[in-house]
């Protein structure tokens, strides 16, 4: 393991001493999670979604949510047009 050896870790490292966006891991979620993710991903291009839940999970939300007459708390709740509500509810109903 290049840049690093297991017995670093015990010794005084901090956020800080680490590169990179290893540092604002550390900073954010801890020593022990930026050592986790650089064993598992090094060298590995990761690209993190701006969404975190999938769009099947939202329309089975909004399935299981939709009265009838809520298309527009729904919409805003979800971030979707009422159009595109009125759709899924539709589409998936």
């Known amino acids: 393991m290049r840049g690093i050896r297991m017995d670093m870790k ?3 490292l901090r956020p800080e001493h680490l590169c ?3 540092a604002e891991i ?3 979620l801890g ?8 064993n598992r991903f090094r060298g590995t291009q990761v690209s993190f979604p ?4 999938s769009r ?4 089975e939300q909004i399935k299981e949510e939709y009265d009838g007459s809520n298309v527009r708390e729904l919409a805003t709740k979800y971030g979707y ?3 595109w509500i009125r759709k899924i509810v539709k589409t998936n109903g």
């Open 10 to 12: 015990e010794k005084a």
């Open 56 to 59: 099947e999970y939202i329309f």
């Open 50 to 53: 701006v969404e975190l839940v």
């Open 81 to 83: 047009t009422e159009k």
């Open 31 to 38: 020593m022990e999670a930026a050592y986790t993710l650089h």
């Open 20 to 22: 990179g966006v290893y």
């Open 26 to 28: 550390a900073t954010v």
